[in-house]
């Protein structure tokens, strides 16, 4: 199992946050009230809305 080890420069930067450090949305970049523990990506409420409304219209 690889574990999240925090280095500095370039090229070791992760691509994503690590686990319980992500606040912002994917889509509009909203901050949210607590840290983020699921993978990314995450969408706030507002915009999983949108894009469940958008997934189920498209596959009608």
Known sequence: MARNILR?????????????????????????????RTPAPWYCPNCLKETDSETISESE
Do not use: E, L, M, Q
């Open 8 to 36: 500095t420069g370039k090229k070791s930067r992760p691509k994503t946050a690590v686990k319980g450090k992500r606040y912002r949305c994917a889509k509009c970049r909203k901050r949210s009230p607590k840290p983020v």
